[in-house]
C-alpha cells in the first residue's frame, strides 16, 4: 500500500496554506518540500497506511458525496493505482472538490495517488455504492492493503 500526495506551492501563495489544505483532509505525518525549479516548490507526502485517509472518508460523509467520490475514483482507476485531484483552495476550507485537472483549480490541486493490490477495496471503504444518498454498506478498511 503506497499513499502520496502532491500539491504545488506556487510563488504567490503561502506555504503554511497549502501545508494546511492538506491536513485538513488527509492525516499526513511527514511532509518534504521539493524545489522543481523557478521558484516552484511541490509538497510531497508518502504514506503507507489506510488511517491517513480516515480525514477523507469522514468529509464524504459529512458532505455526502460518496457517489462523486466513488466515480472520480473509479474513472480514475487504472491497474492497482488511483489518481485523482482535489481543489486545494476548497481543501484549505476542509472541504472535498474533486477537479478533473489543474486548470480547474486557480491555485493548482491536491493530487492524491493510491497504490494497493486491494484498490477496489479501498474504494469500497471509502465510498460505498449509494441508494437514495445511503451507503449500501459500510465494511471495514481493508487490511494488509
Known amino acids: 500500500m503506497y499513499i502520496r500526495i502532491e500539491a504545488e506551492v506556487r510563488p504567490t501563495e503561502d506555504l503554511d496554506k497549502v501545508v494546511r489544505a492538506i491536513k485538513n483532509i488527509i492525516v499526513v505525518r511527514d511532509l518534504k518540500l521539493e524545489d ?20 477523507f472518508y469522514e468529509i464524504l460523509r459529512r458532505q455526502r458525496i460518496l457517489d462523486t467520490a466513488r466515480n472520480a475514483m473509479l474513472k480514475n482507476l487504472k491497474g492497482n493505482t488511483i ?6 483552495q476548497a481543501a484549505f476550507q476542509g472541504i472535498v472538490n474533486f477537479v478533473e485537472n489543474d486548470s480547474e483549480s486557480p491555485l493548482g490541486a491536491i493530487t492524491i495517488m493510491i497504490t494497493s493490490n486491494k484498490v477496489n477495496k479501498i474504494v469500497d471503504w471509502l465510498a460505498p455504492k449509494t441508494s437514495h444518498g445511503r451507503p449500501l454498506w459500510e465494511i471495514e478498511p481493508p487490511k494488509d492493503a
Not at 83 to 88: G, Q, V
Request: hydrophobic share 30%.
Open 36 to 55: 522543481v525549479g523557478r521558484g516552484r516548490k511541490i509538497i510531497i507526502c508518502e504514506e503507507n497506511s489506510l488511517e491517513s485517509l480516515r480525514k
Open 83 to 88: 489518481e485523482f485531484k482535489l481543489n486545494k
